[in-house]
């Protein structure tokens, strides 16, 4: 096989497979449908304002609700979007039990107003384009997700060099490769429809 020869890899399980292999007690399917949405169901706190440690407990909040909740999922495919809605509920919920503080005399002060009404909508807009990027990107195969992660998502980018070494290929291969995982990246985010 050619050094320049992308991996090849397993299709991810459906989130249909995922529902199916959880109900039935696969814990191996739990797991990858944690690791699936565990970036998209922490996001949302942290997006409207939440610290770390708010957060986790919402995060946790969500995943009780997802274990007891998941049997009466009637359509796997709107995982996504009940996981949104759910966490929207719980970050609402918290902010009703918050919504005052103690001021330092001790009376009782408004905490900050919440987000404007409309943010949820441009939030759950957010975050499904978020999700769906994740999504096609473990579609990729292990080089070309590790590539992209090193390329796109680093802050600042690597060196095509330090790529190179990263991965074992040579420094002038990093351009071609590139441009063949932005293109496997590319048809997969418009078979969802997010790229034109």
Not at 83 to 97: A, D, G, N
Not at 145 to 166: C, G, I, S
């Amino acid at each position: 096989m050619s050094m320049l020869a992308l991996d090849s890899r397993q299709a991810p399980r459906t989130d249909r497979e995922l529902v199916t292999a959880c109900i039935s007690g696969d814990e191996q399917a739990w797991n990858e449908l944690i690791d699936r949405y565990n970036r998209l169901i922490f996001s949302i706190p942290l997006k409207q304002g939440l610290d770390r440690d708010q957060a986790a407990d919402i995060f946790q909040a969500v995943c009780l609700d997802l274990v007891a909740e998941l049997p009466r999922l009637r359509d796997p495919q709107a995982l996504p979007a009940w996981l949104i809605q759910t966490t929207l509920h719980k970050v609402s919920k918290w902010r009703r039990r918050n919504d005052r503080f103690v001021a330092d005399d001790g009376t009782h002060a408004e905490q900050a107003p919440a987000p404007e009404a409309d943010m949820p909508d441009a939030l759950i807009r957010e975050v499904q384009q978020a999700q769906a990027m994740r999504e096609a990107l473990s579609g990729l195969s292990d080089r070309c997700q590790r590539m992209v992660q090193m390329l796109f998502f680093e802050t600042p980018a690597r060196p095509y060099k330090d790529v190179a070494a990263q991965l074992g290929v040579a420094t002038g291969s990093i351009g071609f490769l590139r441009g063949r995982c932005l293109d496997r990246l590319r048809s997969a985010l418009e078979g969802i429809g997010l790229c034109r």
